[in-house]
């Protein structure tokens, strides 16, 4: 039987602040909504060890944001900053040195960049060792810190400043996305789940849940980038809640490999609805539709929900193309 | 002769923009010109500089321009901000451009030396034909007919050019160029006072930000607020608290821990950090929350 969450309404999400306003990052940041939460649940006794990327912006030296602690690594090492951290307090508290109530947890934190990309082989070193840490990818799906150019985690149809639409490339990004949560559970950790900020309950209760395990724990969030994407900052939350509603972006767990999804949208919204939204879609809208290439988005949309629905046995309205 | 404009905004304003569209039109006039932004670590919202050298000799200077003869103040709540020091090495007789309302509250006690003052609604009259606060054809639009050797068309060519560069849709370019026009016609060209081509290396006097014992602000947890980004607001979350129905939207979806919650429930909102974002405005369910557009001066 599942415990019951201390998490219910949006009311509950606790009060306590472990940030302090006034860092560095662009008004109305997505990544920055994900850590301000996430740090919420874990509560101050945490150190974070952050990969190169947006994030490390939001410290602007000397002035800190966070009132925990933070390591600062290049982009493919942060999981190895986590294993010497978690290494030294271990052997600390063993020899008496710190007293166990000082076991801070360690959470890695990187952007889609470190955690797709650059990063991913120390991830899964770090995964294979067992490492009892949490992973908190906010994925804004590209290098957004250095003027959003493509990453492993851009989806189809996406331009950016690396892959514009062009005459001879009219999609702009032709990639599909990797799939990071699958390839986190064929490493068999614990827990795995994805989040929106815009699902803040259950981005609550996922993070309490995950807490209850020993080991890796993976948490991908999707991280609503005004600058990136092209919308006001103030839509963020709409973009996120949208991702999800139109299936784009499922929000699941994966718990000792068994998956399950938390939000199931009961009929699925077009994709077009949230890509129209974002200018970084905008040229399969304009000058002419690009019906070929949202058709291809919403035909992999469904194809996904479809195979879920069998797997996990429930009904969904799929859309139309 | 030299003139040396500097341009100050916030990221996602057009500061770059404005500069690279002045320097543009003054090259379609013949003469040689030169353009850079300055970005620090901060992101949209922050305060930006960008830089316009115009000359009708060759240009030998090179970086950070600290004294203007004409400063462009793309958002008056930049006043305030110590760390955009937007009247810096203002030149005798310099001009300052400042996009506000009206300059009536604004007082010159606290700019030591001597300087002309120009305003215009900037902002107003881009709500009024984009929708949107972005003012770099407008900026520009009023250095160029400031500064006087910039004919109409020219200004218009190099909105288009420099527009259609960014990958802008016809239909913003064309509204962009009405705006430059409607800004243009609007200003009178002012006579700068610049004279000599060169002058001696300055050197910017380096300060420190924190007052006081540096040591204690490094070591103090989440000392970040000190940095005050409530001035990269344009707009102005304003909570009614008679519709506030204490439901904590507004709160849970705060990306800058820049609202707290009262005993009832309510929001309190921390402007000396908020910078307006406005999720909580959108995302508000009882409409509790309105918007109030910001013009504060020293």
């Known amino acids: 039987m599942e415990l019951q969450s201390k998490y219910r309404t949006l009311r509950d999400v606790p009060q306590l602040d472990y940030l302090s306003p006034g ?67 271990d052997i600390l508290i063993k020899k008496g040195k710190i007293p166990e109530s000082e076991d801070l947890k360690v959470v890695v934190v990187t952007g889609d960049g470190a955690a797709y990309d650059i990063g991913l082989q120390s991830t899964s070193g770090a995964i294979y060792r067992n490492l009892d840490f949490y992973y908190l990818c906010y994925d804004n799906q590209a290098y957004g810190n250095t003027g959003f150019q493509v990453s492993s985690a851009t989806p189809v149809g996406s331009s950016t400043a690396t892959t514009p639409a062009t005459p001879s ?34 981005f609550l209760k996922k993070v309490e849940k995950g807490s209850g395990f020993r080991g890796p724990k993976l948490y991908i969030s999707l991280a609503g980038c005004p600058t990136g994407w092209g919308y006001d900052p103030r839509e963020t939350i709409r973009e996120e809640k949208l991702a999800v509603d139109t299936g784009i972006w499922p929000l699941k767990e994966a718990v000792e490999g068994k998956v399950r999804h938390t939000v199931v949208p009961r009929a699925l919204r077009p994709v077009e609805e949230y890509l129209a939204t974002q200018a970084r879609y905008q040229h399969l809208f304009t000058p002419t539709k690009r019906i070929d290439v949202i058709r291809q988005i919403q035909n992999d949309v469904n194809s996904y929900w479809e195979g879920v629905a069998d797997r996990e046995g429930f009904d969904i309205k799929l859309v139309e193309t | 002769m030299i003139i040396r404009v500097r341009f100050h905004g916030r990221g996602g304003q057009g500061a770059k923009t404005a500069s690279r569209i002045l320097g543009t039109s003054c090259f379609i006039e013949g003469l040689n ?4 932004p300055v970005y620090g670590a901060e992101r949209r919202g922050a305060p930006v500089t960008a830089f316009t050298r115009i000359s009708d000799e060759q240009i030998l200077e090179r970086g950070y321009v600290f004294d203007p003869d004409l400063i462009v103040v793309m958002d008056p709540t930049l006043l305030d901000s110590p760390a955009a020091r937007v009247t810096d090495g203002i030149r005798k007789k310099g001009v300052i451009f400042l996009n506000s309302p009206s300059v009536t509250h604004i007082t010159k006690q606290n700019i030591a030396s001597d300087f002309r003052l120009v305003n215009f609604d900037l902002t107003n009259a881009a ?16 250095a160029a ?39 243009f016609s609007s200003l009178e060209p002012v006579e700068l006072m610049t ?104």
């Open chain 1, 23 to 89: 860092g560095s990052l662009c008004a109305g940041c997505g990544g920055l909504l994900a850590v301000r939460l996430f740090h919420k649940v874990l509560g101050k006794n945490v150190v974070w060890v952050n990969a190169a990327g947006c994030m490390t912006i939001m410290v602007n030296y000397p002035l800190v944001p966070l009132k925990s602690n933070w390591l600062y690594t290049a982009f493919a090492s942060a999981p190895a900053g986590a294993q010497g951290i978690r290494d030294a307090l």
């Open chain 1, 169 to 202: 490339q009219p999609a702009g990004n032709i990639q599909k996305r990797k799939d990071l949560f699958e390839i986190w559970r064929a490493h068999n950790p614990p827990y795995i789940a994805t989040l929106s900020s815009s699902y803040a309950v259950d």
């Open chain 2, 33 to 36: 010109v030169q353009d850079s």
């Open chain 2, 127 to 142: 709500m009024e034909m984009l929708g949107k606060p972005i003012i770099s054809s407008a900026s520009a639009a009023a």
């Open chain 2, 145 to 183: 007919r400031l500064i006087g050797m910039v004919k109409e068309s020219s200004l218009e060519q190099a909105i288009e050019t420099e527009l259609e560069e960014i990958g802008l849709s016809e239909e913003t370019i064309e509204k962009n160029v009405l705006l430059g026009r409607k800004v």
């Open chain 2, 195 to 298: 004279e000599e081509s060169s002058r001696e290396l300055k050197i910017a006097p380096l300060e420190l930000i924190l007052e006081g014992n540096g040591l204690e602000d490094i070591t103090a947890a989440g000392n970040s607020s000190v940095s005050r980004t409530g001035s990269w607001r344009i707009f102005k979350p304003v909570v009614d608290y008679e519709k506030c129905t204490a439901c904590t939207v507004c709160y849970a979806y705060c990306p800058e821990s820049a609202l707290t919650l009262r005993q009832d429930g309510k929001p309190v909102i921390d402007y000396d950090n908020c910078k307006g974002c406005l999720i909580c405005y959108r995302e508000c369910p009882p409409k509790a929350i309105t918007l109030e557009r910001e013009v504060v001066a020293f």
